[in-house]
């Protein structure tokens, strides 16, 4: 079936380096991808959302890049912080539908 | 800012109890969702509504329950709580209509609920 899935479940950075958090997606109908931010206790924060007629696009400090022809999605954040510390989680949506499909998310450990 | 507001941050509640989680949105949309979180399997999609009155299953409906009798709130019903439903509940709103929506879903800050 379809999925949605990530690269690598954790990752740990020093602060002030760039992240890059990526995932794969199966669904060629999809059209619609969000990038989340899950901190501890709480409940996901959107981040960033890209449509599948875009490529690329930058907000503060992050930066979504969407590959459709190999199905891959990254989320770029620049000069990391200690606050950047979460579960982030990717979502994609077919069009044919309202519900999202989320990935089981990668933990990002900032080192000061 | 959209809030997305769940009556309870924690629950505790015994096996064969129906348990009632509910939520409130504050911006007028149209959707509403409700997951659960589990380690390792990521959010997975209970039950949703377009529109006051409609629901439609989503991948794990079993078990549960849902009302939306208001357009602002969605509630999800555990008929007959079990300790496998002991989870992480998240509610999510977004405008829009039924086919077109391509708006975030916005999240409450969840219920960890504990069947004992």
């Known amino acids: 079936g379809e999925s949605v899935g990530l690269h690598l479940p954790t990752l740990s950075v020093q602060e002030g380096d760039n992240s890059i958090i990526n995932c794969a997606y199966s669904n060629s109908a999809s059209d619609y991808f969000i990038w989340y931010k899950q901190e501890s206790g709480k409940g996901p924060q959107f981040i960033i959302d890209i449509r599948s007629n875009m490529d690329k696009r930058q907000g503060q400090r992050v930066t979504v890049l969407l590959n459709k022809t190999v199905k891959h999605l990254s989320l770029q954040i620049a000069a990391t912080q200690p606050g950047d510390s979460a579960v982030y989680f990717c979502a994609e949506k077919d069009r044919g539908n309202n519900d999202m499909r989320f990935g089981a998310g990668t933990r990002l450990t900032v080192k000061p | 800012d959209v809030k997305v507001t769940q009556s309870s941050r924690y629950l505790v509640k015994r096996t064969g109890e129906k348990v009632f989680l509910e939520c409130v949105q504050d911006m007028d949309h149209e959707n509403m969702f409700w997951y659960r979180q589990d380690p390792g399997l990521g959010l997975r999609l209970i039950y949703f509504?377009?529109?006051?009155?409609?629901?439609e299953k989503g991948d794990i409906p079993e078990g549960y329950s849902v009302s939306r009798e208001k357009k602002e709130r969605f509630s999800l019903i555990l008929e007959s709580a079990s300790t496998n439903q002991t989870s992480m509940y998240l509610c999510a709103s977004s405008p829009g209509n039924r086919i077109y929506s391509n708006q975030p879903q916005h999240f409450g800050d969840g219920t960890r609920l504990s069947i004992l």
């Open positions: 509504s377009y529109d006051v009155k409609m629901k």
